[in-house]
């Protein structure tokens, strides 16, 4: 089945700065990667996804990059402000409909 | 629009009870999915349904494990006899169309203690 590995588990940011954060996947028949924030209490929530079929996606500070051929996929946040201190989980997916997500990288944005 | 809901947000139960857990989807979805999150983990998945059919059940405990989605009312992930590893975070999600359209919506889930 499906592995995904996602790194840092952690990261801590300056308010301002970029932060990036990387999975990888192993099932080649994986063709949707989804990005959710979860805050503490609460359900994930999408932030941004891509398809296999376009290599980078971007909405406003968040984009995404995929590269199929080495199968990792990374989130990219500009500009980080406290209210985006949250953790983070990357996810694949295969037509087959459920997700495997990575075990999460809590962010910690510093004012 | 609502969004999925999940209730009860908080159960409590003690060693051998049962622990029943209910997901309403978002309107005109029919494809539910359950995760479970352990404490500082990622979501692992455990089931997946349409309306009144099992379509995976890969990553649910063969025993003690049922969920169903009846062709009216909520999707209920049950839990016969529960023991302390089951405490943790159950989510559930749901999406409008097949898995090839793959975009799913988490409930806030049901936060389970076993005493």
């Known amino acids: 089945g499906e592995n995904v590995e996602q790194h840092p588990s952690t990261l801590s940011v300056q308010e301002g700065d970029s932060a990036v954060i990387k999975c990888t996947y192993s099932d080649s028949a994986s063709n949707y990667f989804p990005w959710y924030k979860q805050e503490l209490g609460k359900g994930p929530q999408l932030i941004i996804d891509?398809?296999?079929?376009?290599g980078e996606k971007k909405d406003q500070r968040i984009a995404v990059t995929l590269n199929k051929t080495a199968k990792h996929f990374s989130l990219h946040i500009t500009e980080t402000q406290p209210e985006d201190s949250a953790v983070y989980f990357c996810?694949?997916?295969?037509?087959?409909?459920?997700?495997?997500f990575g075990d999460g990288t809590t962010l910690t944005v510093k004012p | 629009n609502a969004g999925v809901m999940q209730n009860p947000r908080h159960l409590v139960r003690r060693r051998g009870q049962e622990a029943r857990l209910r997901c309403s989807p978002m309107?005109?979805?029919?494809?539910v999915y359950w995760y479970r999150q352990l404490p500082e983990e990622g979501l692992k998945f455990m089931v997946y349904l349409q309306k009144e059919n099992i379509i995976d059940e890969s990553g649910m405990p063969k025993e003690r494990f049922s969920a169903e989605f009846p062709k009216e009312g909520p999707s209920i992930l049950r839990i016969q006899q529960v023991v302390r590893g089951d405490s943790a975070a159950y989510f559930c999600?749901?999406?409008?169309?097949?898995?090839?359209?793959?975009?799913?919506?988490f409930g806030p889930g049901t936060r389970l203690t076993v005493l």
């Open positions: 891509i398809r296999s079929n376009v």
């Open positions: 309107k005109g979805h029919s494809h």
């Open positions: 996810a694949a997916n295969t037509n087959a409909g459920k997700s495997t």
């Open positions: 999600a749901s999406s409008p169309l097949g898995p090839q359209y793959n975009e799913q919506f």
